[in-house]
């Protein structure tokens, strides 16, 4: 086990129950000796029992070499709502923290949960940093998004990105965030961004199904919706989807958002804004024809216009209006900050090529199906 540079520390963290938070934590308490305090919000059970089987479940699917009883035993959990003043923790007595991780959001993203999405990922990061700077943390790690880069296309870089327009609410509040972060003064401050992330490179398992598992499940909806009215339709019939198939679509396994975040963490004098991306991301064009394949539906045509659209294929493209960004604009995103900051412990990146693809998609299938067996049967 690596120690932390200034182990032992704490490291207080949001979003520990959702995908890249628990990943973090487990990160965390497999390299460092550090202790880490979540704050989490209660549900159908308390806080606590919500971050300790979050994080189990994470450890499982991951297959974690991590110690459990003991890693848990560094773990302190706090109840709060970081949409909240203070974010909603009664008489914090946290006391010193060296690192904060922010990872906690909201990932939706339709018009009609505007409000929700400011409050949680604008306000929320306000009241985090508000909080974090009460408790005198030195360090401020903030897990943004590689699609703060909005309309932009080509080369996106690690540095701000002042005046880009956003395609939706959720990246517009991803950006205001990442200002409000970058424009601190006090603690040193990292803002991470991950592009799409997906499950983890060995075990393929995520958590929490947003992106990559979004999109496909948007496609197996419209599969059903047809069927409906006419089964096979989908087998034999080539949709026109509007995608640039020149452009990247960047993919990146949880344990090396997870894995990069940390190392970088762990070195005292980084700060700046890291992009956690695939190094040699695949074609959108094979993403989508090997996701096509997989759900049984005709290999499609790929066109540049709406015009050129049918009836059924415009009922499509408006079901992946919010992919629309990742899957007509082509961005590379520029990682020298982050290759630098890694040197020599960085991995090399494993190839998302058809196969890696389809097994990811594959993987959320069986998820899906035995989920659907162990709901009771209806009478
Ligand atoms: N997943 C991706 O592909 C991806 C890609 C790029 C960037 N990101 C960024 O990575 C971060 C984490 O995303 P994720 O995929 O891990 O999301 P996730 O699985 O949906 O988890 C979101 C986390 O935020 C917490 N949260 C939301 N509202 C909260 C509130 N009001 N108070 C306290 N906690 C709250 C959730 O807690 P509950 O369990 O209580 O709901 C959960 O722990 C986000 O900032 C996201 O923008 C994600």
Redesign the pocket.
């Known amino acids: 086990m690596t120690q932390s540079a200034t182990s032992p520390g704490t490291h207080l963290v949001?979003?520990?129950?959702?995908?890249?938070?628990a990943a973090v934590v487990l990160e965390l308490l497999e390299r460092t000796r550090d202790d880490i305090v979540a704050?989490?919000?209660p549900?159908k059970t308390s806080a606590e029992d919500?971050f300790r089987d979050a994080i189990g479940r994470a450890a499982e699917a991951y297959a974690s070499p991590v110690d459990l009883p003991s890693a848990l035993a560094r773990c302190r959990v706090v109840a709060?709502?970081?949409?909240r003043e203070g974010c909603g923790v009664e008489a914090p007595n946290i006391g010193a923290v060296a690192q904060v991780w922010h990872?906690?959001?909201?990932?939706r993203y339709e018009d009609r949960y505007a409000a929700e999405i400011h409050a949680?990922n604008v306000e929320?990061t306000r009241h985090v940093l508000a909080f974090s700077s009460s408790l005198g943390a030195e360090t401020f790690n903030y897990?943004?998004?590689?699609?703060v880069a909005g309309r932009s296309t080509g080369v996106i870089r690690e540095q701000p990105l002042p005046g880009v327009p956003a395609n939706n609410c959720y990246e517009a509040s991803?950006q205001e965030a990442e200002r409000i972060v970058l424009a601190t003064v006090g603690p040193r401050v990292r803002v991470f961004r991950?592009?799409?992330?997906v499950g983890h490179s060995r075990t393929l398992a995520a958590?929490?199904f947003?992106?990559y598992y979004g999109f496909v499940r948007q496609l197996m909806q419209f599969r059903g919706m047809i069927e409906r009215v006419q089964a096979g339709l989908l087998g034999r019939t080539s949709l026109l989807l509007r995608i640039d198939s020149d452009a990247a679509i960047n993919l990146v396994p949880v344990d090396k958002v997870a894995r990069e975040a940390v190392a970088i963490a762990l070195m005292p004098t980084s700060e700046g804004v890291f992009h956690l991306t695939h190094r040699s991301p695949p074609g959108i064009g094979l993403a989508i024809r090997t996701v096509f394949a997989m759900l049984g539906l005709h290999e499609p045509t790929f066109v540049r216009d709406a015009d050129e659209l049918g009836w059924l294929d415009s009922r499509l493209d408006q079901r992946l209006e919010f992919y629309r960004s990742y899957i007509t604009a082509d961005r590379r995103f520029d990682r020298s900050r982050t290759d630098a900051a890694l040197g020599a412990t960085q991995s090399t990146d494993a190839e998302y090529d058809g196969a890696a693809i389809a097994a990811l998609g594959r993987w959320y299938l069986a998820r899906l199906e035995a989920q659907r067996a162990a709901l009771p049967v209806a009478r």
């Not at 709060?80 to 949409?83: F, L, P, S, T």
């Not at 990872?103 to 990932?107: G, I, Q, R």
């Open positions: 949001t979003g520990a129950t959702g995908f890249i938070g704050i989490v919000r549900g919500r709060g709502d970081i949409a990872c906690a959001a909201s990932l949680t929320g897990v943004s998004t590689a699609y991803k991950p592009s799409v992330v958590t929490t947003s992106g």
